[in-house]
């Protein structure tokens, strides 16, 4: 079973930056397609981004894409997520999951694993 711990959340003002990062034990993660998705307070988790299991292939929600960048470093078990120009509605927790599959899935129910999740805060 693998477990996923993520790290990097924080307060920072609109229009700045965050990384996040997923560091995965127990099992490699280098056959696994990794997602990120963020929850607010009151609402459903929401995909935010999604990469290949060799990282050639990246997914974006719309809402994110051409600000965040999803990453990962098989060497070191770990998925990044680089957050750019952030707003205020992108406060959320964010969490790391982790799908078996080679396929892509933007549906959260598609993955097998979950870390514990970072909070995001956006504000002046």
């Known amino acids: 079973q693998v477990q996923l711990v993520e790290s990097g959340g924080g307060l920072v003002q609109p229009g700045g930056s965050l990384t996040l990062s997923c560091a995965a034990s127990?099992?490699?993660?280098?056959?696994?397609?990794m997602g990120w998705f963020r929850q607010a307070p009151g609402t459903e988790r929401e995909f935010v981004a999604a990469?290949?299991?060799?990282?050639?292939?990246?997914y974006y929600a719309d809402s994110v894409k051409g600000r965040f960048a999803i990453s990962r470093d098989n060497a070191k078990n770990t998925v990044y997520l680089q957050m750019n120009s952030l707003k205020p509605e992108d406060t959320a927790v964010y969490y790391c999951?982790?799908?078996?599959?080679?396929?892509?899935?933007?549906?959260?129910?598609?993955?097998?694993?979950w870390g514990q999740g970072t909070q995001v805060t956006v504000s002046s």
């Open positions: 990469i290949s299991w060799s990282g050639g292939i990246t």
């Open positions: 127990r099992r490699t993660i280098s056959t696994y397609t």
């Open positions: 999951g982790a799908r078996e599959r080679h396929t892509y899935s933007d549906r959260s129910d598609d993955y097998d694993y």
